[in-house]
C-alpha cells in the first residue's frame, strides 16, 4: 500500500462469527475427476446459452458446448474432454428447486485441452499492453467470464460502461459471510493473477487506479497480493486497501461505500459515480482468460461445516456434482441436516446434493444442526428496531416486514424495498427470529410478477386494438370493393338496355319510355332556363343600365317557350307511342291462348295417345305387370286430348266473335270518335284562348313600358299589339262555335 | 365612493381574467373521451376472454364508466374487483359466479399439433391473434401472446386445445412467503424446540 487511502464506514452491519479458520489453513486441492459433469445453460444473471453441440459428440477441455443467447448472456465451456452423453433438463442449483436444461457431459479421462493461447500469442503482438480493448472485451465474453462473487452477471456486459467516464476500479475481496473462504485462498495463492486481472481491467475501463479491498482478518492474502504488486510494479496504480471485518462489508455497495464515502444512487449503478466493481475472482479468471486463452471452466470452492471431515477450498471442473465434492471432503451426512449453497447468511438450502457446482458457487456449507440449528418458529415482532440498526442499506425492516406481511407492496416499494440487498442482518439480530428476509424476497418476487402482468396486458391490449382496427379496416375495405363490382354491374346492365333498344323493334317499349323520360327533362330545364330569363328581364326593366338588353332577353324567352311547346308535343306523342306499342304488340305468335298453338297442343296429345294405347295393347299380349299403370295413364291421355280439343275450338269460336264484333262496332266507332274528338278541341282552343289573352297584356305592357320610356321600338310593338288583339278575336270567334257544337 | 368603484372594477376585472384562463384551459387541455374509461381499462387484465359478457376489456371498461357492475371479471379476481373499488369509490363485491371462477394458476393454450386440422378457427377466434397458422397448415400458441382467454378451445371441430398451466422456470419463481403459523410467546417457544428435537 503506497497511498493512505481514507476509510468510510457504512451504516449498520453485523459481527457474526466468521468460522473461516477450519477451511483457510490448508492450501487449495484439485478435485478428481467425477463420473458425470453436468452443466446448467443458465449458470449466469440473462438468458440461458444455446447448445451448439449435440448428444454423442465427443468434445475437448476448453471448447465452447454453448454460445450466448443476446447481448446479455455467456457461453459454456466443457470443463474436460469426453462425449456428450445427454442434453435434458436437470434439477439445478437454485431455490426454487426446479429443472432446467443442461449439457451432460461423461469425462474420458483424458482431459485433453482444445488448442488456445494467450490472446497476445493469437494476434500476433509484440507488447502485450497493446491490445486493443475491443479485443480483450471479446476474448473475456467468449470465455464465458460472469461475475464469480455470487450473482453472475456477465463480466463483459458490466465492463461495457456506456456513456460513463470511469476513474476507479474496486476489486472485491472483502468475502465478508462467514464460513467462506474461497477468495482468501485464491488471493494466497494466486495473487499474481489477481494483480494481472487488475491491470486487463484498468485498461479495458481507462480507470486511473484501482482499489483492492481485503477485510483485515485475511492478513496472509494482503500480504501475498502486496508481494504481487511488487512484483507486476504496479505499487503507483493499485492499491491493496485493508477494510475493518464487519458483515456485509463485501457487498458491492458497501464495499464502493467504505473505499470512496461514495453512496450509490438508489436503482443506480455504480458506473454512474465512474466506479466498477469486480470480484478477485472474475479479475483471476479475466488474467486466466487473456494470458492464456483459458475459459471459464473450474472455480475454487470451499467444502466446510461439521458434518465433513476434511474442510477446504476445492479447485472444482464446473458441473461436478456437489455430491463428489462433499465425498472428497468426507462429508458424513447425520439425521436432518443439509447442505447450504453459498454462505449461512444469503445461501439456500439444496433440495438433494446431485446438483452440480456452478460458476457462482463460492461455497458448500454442510453445517450439524448443533452448529447452525434450524430456525425456530417466528414470534410476534416486538418492534424492537434492532433490524433497522443492523441494515446496511438504511431501510426500516420493520416497516417492510409488515408491508410484505400484508400484501401492501406499493408501500413496500415506497419504502424501497428494492435496495434491499437480502444480507440477511436483520433475520441475523431479531430476537423473534422472523425471518425477515423470507418476507422481502416473496415481496419482490410478486411485485416482479405484477410488473410482467402489468407488460403482458398492455401487450395484449396493444395486439387486441390492432386486430380490431384490422378488421374494420378489411370489412370497410371488402364493402369498398363489393359498391365498385355492384356499380360496374350496373353500368353493364345499362349498356345492354341500350344497345337492343337502338336495333329491335320488340324493344321499342323501354326505347320509348327512355325518349320520354329524356324529354321530360329536357322539358324540365326549358322551364327552368324560362324562370331564369323572366327574372334576369324584369332586374334588367327596374335597371335602366340593362334595358338595352331587354330585346335580346325577350327573344330568348321566346325561343325557350318555343322549345317547350314542342317539347311537350314530342312528349304527348312519345307517351302515346308508349301506350301503343304493347297493344300492337298483342296478336303474335308468343300469345299461348293463339288457335294455331293451341291446335298443335291437340295433335301432340292425340299423337301421345296414340302411342301410350299401342302400348297398353302390347303390355295386354305380354301380360305384363304395368298394365294397370298404363290403362290409368290412357286414360289421363284422352282427358287431356278432350281437354286440348276443346281448348282449340273454343278459341276459334271467340277469334271469329271477336272479328265479328271489331266490324260491327267501326261503325259506331267512327260516329262517337267524331264527338270524342270535338271535346278535346273545345278544350284546347279555351287554352288557346287564356294564353292569346296573356300574350295581348304582355304586349300592352311591353307597349305601355316603351311609350314611357320614349323608346323607338314603339311602333313595331303597336303592331304586334294589334296582331295578338287579332288572334285573340279569332280565338275567341272558334270557341264560340265549338262551344255551340 | 371611490374605493367601491375601484374594488368593482378590480374584482370584475380579475373575474374577467381567470374566467378567460379557465376557458382557454378547458379548450386548450380538453381531454378527449372519457378519461375514466382509460383508468378502469388499465385495471382490467386486458385478457380479452369475454367472459364479463362483454366483448373486451375495453367494452366492460366503457360499461363500468357507464354504471355497470365492477365484479364481472374472473380473470382479474378479487384484486381487480378491489382495485376497481378504490378508483371509483364505491364497495368491493364478490365476484359474480355466473362469469365463471378465478382461476388459481394463470393458463396459457396449448394445442396438440398431431391432431390439428388447420382449420383457422382457432385463429380467428383469438382475440389478441396469439396463435399462428394458416388453412390446412398446422397451428401454434404464440405462448408469451396468449392471456389464456379460452376463447379458442370452443371453435376447435377436433378438441386438440388444452389449457395447461403457465409453467415456471427459474426466471419468473420466486420465494413464498413464509407460512405464518402461531406466533409464539417466549415460554412456548421452549416446549415447542424440544418437540421439534424430538
Not at chain 1, 456428450?84 to 439445478?92: L, Y
Not at chain 1, 334576369?536 to 318555343?562: G, W
Request: glycine share 6%.
Amino acid at each position: 500500500m503506497t497511498h493512505l487511502i481514507q476509510l468510510h464506514e457504512f451504516d449498520g452491519g453485523i459481527h457474526p462469527p466468521e468460522n473461516k479458520r477450519q477451511s483457510n489453513s490448508r492450501p487449495i486441492r484439485k478435485a478428481s475427476l467425477p463420473s458425470e459433469l453436468v452443466l446448467p445453460l443458465h449458470q449466469h444473471i440473462g438468458a440461458p446459452a444455446n447448445p451448439v453441440v449435440a448428444v454423442g459428440d465427443t468434445v475437448l477441455k476448453g471448447q465452447v458446448i454453448a454460445e450466448p443467447e443476446g447481448f446479455v448472456s455467456a457461453p459454456l465451456h466443457a470443463p474436460t474432454s469426453g462425449k456428450i452423453s445427454a442434453i435434458e433438463a436437470r434439477q439445478v442449483p437454485h431455490a426454487s428447486g426446479l429443472s432446467e436444461t443442461c449439457i451432460v457431459i461423461e469425462p474420458d479421462g483424458e482431459d485433453t485441452w482444445i488448442e488456445h493461447q494467450g490472446l497476445c500469442d493469437a494476434l500476433g503482438l509484440d507488447h502485450c499492453d497493446d491490445i486493443p480493448v475491443d479485443k480483450l472485451l471479446e476474448r473475456i465474453r467468449d470465455c464465458g467470464i460472469a461475475g464469480m462473487g455470487g450473482a453472475g452477471f456477465p463480466t463483459a456486459v458490466k465492463l461495457h460502461t456506456g456513456k460513463h467516464k470511469i476513474d476507479t476500479l474496486i476489486l472485491n475481496g472483502a468475502e465478508c459471510e462467514p464460513y467462506i473462504t474461497a477468495d482468501d485462498m485464491l488471493m494466497r495463492e494466486h495473487a499474481s493473477e489477481v494483480i494481472r486481472g487488475a491491470q486487463i481491467l484498468l485498461q479495458i475501463l481507462g480507470a486511473e487506479r484501482c482499489l483492492i479491498g481485503v477485510e483485515d482478518n485475511k492478513p496472509e492474502a494482503i500480504a501475498a497480493l502486496d508481494d504481487a504488486l511488487v512484483q507486476h510494479n504496479e505499487e503507483h496504480h493499485i492499491d491493496v486497501v485493508t477494510i475493518p471485518t464487519k458483515y456485509p462489508s463485501g457487498g458491492e455497495k458497501q464495499l464502493i461505500q467504505i473505499l470512496t464515502g461514495k453512496e450509490v444512487p438508489s436503482g443506480g449503478i455504480p458506473a454512474s459515480l465512474g466506479i466498477v466493481c469486480q470480484n478477485v475472482g472474475t479479475a483471476a479468471a479475466i488474467a486466466d482468460a487473456v494470458d492464456f486463452g483459458r475459459p471459464l471452466i473450474s472455480r475454487i470452492t470451499t467444502v466446510t461445516g461439521d458434518a465433513v471431515r476434511d474442510k477446504g477450498n476445492w479447485e472444482v471442473l464446473l458441473g461436478t456434482p456437489v455430491s463428489h465434492l462433499l465425498s472428497l471432503s468426507g462429508y458424513r451426512p447425520a439425521k436432518r441436516e443439509r447442505v447450504v449453497m453459498g454462505g449461512p447468511m444469503m445461501g439456500f438450502a439444496l433440495p438433494t446434493t446431485e446438483l452440480p457446482v456452478v460458476k457462482t458457487t463460492n461455497c458448500l456449507l454442510a453445517p450439524t444442526e448443533k452448529e447452525l440449528p434450524t430456525n425456530n418458529p417466528a414470534m410476534a415482532c416486538i418492534r424492537c428496531g434492532l433490524c433497522a440498526e443492523a441494515c446496511p442499506a438504511d431501510l426500516l425492516p420493520q416497516q417492510l416486514y409488515w408491508f410484505s406481511k400484508a400484501q401492501e407492496f406499493d408501500k413496500a416499494e415506497q419504502h424501497n424495498l428494492f435496495d434491499c440487498i437480502e444480507c440477511g442482518a436483520c433475520s441475523y439480530v431479531c430476537p423473534s427470529e422472523i425471518p425477515l428476509v423470507q418476507y422481502y424476497r416473496f415481496s419482490k418476487g410478486a411485485i416482479r410478477e405484477e410488473r410482467a402482468a402489468a407488460e403482458k396486458a398492455e401487450q395484449a391490449r396493444i395486439r387486441y386494438e390492432a386486430r380490431i382496427d384490422r378488421q374494420e379496416r378489411e370489412k370497410a375495405e371488402k364493402e369498398a370493393k363489393r359498391k365498385a363490382r355492384a356499380e360496374a354491374a350496373a353500368k353493364a346492365q345499362s349498356v345492354k338496355k341500350e344497345a337492343p333498344a337502338a336495333k329491335a323493334v320488340p324493344a321499342a317499349e323501354p326505347a320509348a319510355n327512355a325518349d320520354l323520360e329524356k324529354l321530360q327533362k329536357q322539358l324540365a330545364a326549358a322551364q327552368a332556363a324560362v324562370a331564369k330569363t323572366k327574372e334576369k328581364l324584369e332586374a334588367a326593366r327596374e335597371d335602366p343600365e340593362k334595358a338595352d338588353k331587354i330585346p335580346a332577353f325577350e327573344s330568348a324567352l321566346a325561343k325557350t317557350q318555343d322549345k317547350i311547346k314542342t317539347l311537350a308535343k314530342d312528349i304527348a306523342a312519345a307517351k302515346k307511342a308508349a301506350k301503343s306499342a304493347p297493344a300492337a304488340a298483342g296478336p303474335d305468335k308468343g300469345d299461348p291462348n293463339s288457335p294455331e298453338r293451341l291446335q298443335k297442343k291437340w295433335e301432340t296429345a292425340a299423337a301421345r295417345l296414340e302411342t301410350a294405347r299401342k302400348r297398353l295393347a302390347d303390355a295386354e299380349v305380354d301380360g305384363a305387370d304395368t298394365v294397370d299403370a298404363l290403362r290409368a295413364g290412357v286414360e289421363k291421355q284422352e282427358a287431356r286430348v278432350a281437354e286440348a280439343k276443346s281448348a282449340y275450338e273454343a278459341s276459334l269460336n271467340s277469334d271469329a266473335s271477336l272479328k265479328t264484333a271489331v266490324s260491327n262496332n267501326a261503325g259506331t266507332d267512327n260516329t262517337s270518335a267524331e264527338t270524342v274528338a270535338a271535346k278535346p278541341d273545345a278544350e284546347q282552343l279555351q287554352k288557346k284562348l287564356l294564353a292569346q289573352k296573356d300574350r295581348v297584356e304582355k304586349a300592352k305592357e311591353r307597349l305601355e313600358m316603351a311609350r314611357a320610356e320614349g323608346l323607338d321600338s314603339v311602333e313595331a310593338l303597336e303592331k304586334a299589339l294589334n296582331k295578338q288583339l287579332d288572334k285573340l278575336a279569332a280565338f275567341e270567334a272558334q270557341a264560340s262555335t265549338t262551344g255551340e257544337v | 365612493m371611490s374605493t367601491i368603484i375601484i374594488a368593482i372594477v378590480v374584482l370584475a376585472s380579475l373575474a374577467a381574467l381567470f374566467g378567460a384562463l379557465l376557458g382557454f384551459a378547458s379548450v386548450r387541455f380538453r381531454v378527449e373521451g372519457n378519461p375514466v374509461v382509460d383508468q378502469v381499462n388499465d385495471l382490467l387484465p386486458q385478457t380479452q376472454c369475454g367472459q364479463c359478457g362483454f366483448p373486451g376489456c375495453k367494452p366492460y371498461a366503457e360499461a363500468i364508466a357507464d354504471g355497470e357492475k365492477i365484479n364481472k371479471c374472473p380473470p382479474g379476481g378479487e384484486s381487480t374487483i378491489q382495485a376497481l373499488a378504490d378508483l371509483l369509490g364505491v364497495e368491493p363485491e364478490p365476484l359474480d359466479a355466473e362469469h365463471g371462477a378465478e382461476k388459481d394458476v394463470p393458463m396459457v393454450a396449448y394445442i396438440r399439433e398431431d391432431e390439428c386440422i388447420g382449420c383457422t378457427k382457432c385463429i380467428q377466434a383469438c382475440p389478441v391473434d396469439a396463435i399462428l397458422g394458416a388453412a390446412k397448415q398446422m397451428h401454434t400458441v404464440i405462448v408469451d401472446e396468449c392471456t389464456g382467454c379460452d376463447l379458442c378451445v370452443e371453435p376447435c371441430p377436433v378438441d386438440c386445445i388444452d389449457m395447461v398451466p403457465q409453467s415456471t422456470d427459474t426466471s419468473s419463481w420466486y420465494w413464498q412467503a413464509p407460512t405464518t403459523g402461531v406466533e409464539l410467546i417466549a415460554t412456548d417457544r421452549r416446549s415447542l424446540k424440544t418437540e421439534a428435537h424430538a
